[in-house]
């Protein structure tokens, strides 16, 4: 198989986009769901509330939920950008 700068390029693109997969599925991944979660809860909250106690807090779980979520958003920009990257690699690759 010959090397040219391409299939190159594709390749390092391919290592990096894996990288950057690996190196944010375990902690990202279970505290987006838990963010997730917690959204949704104050949400509901909000929604079957039957007095303005009721709808304090669920507006303040449910702004609990989004702080938690607020560092997860490093880990969605990694993911995106190892998406992209294998991607890209894969197809400097197989041209």
Known sequence: MKRDKKKQA???FMILGALAFMNGISDGVVGSL???AVIVIGASLMKRAESTEEKRVGLFTFLFGILLFLP???FFIGFCFGAACLYWGWRMIRD
């Open 10 to 12: 594709g390749l390092f």
């Open 72 to 74: 997860g958003v490093p």
């Open 34 to 36: 838990l963010a997730g």
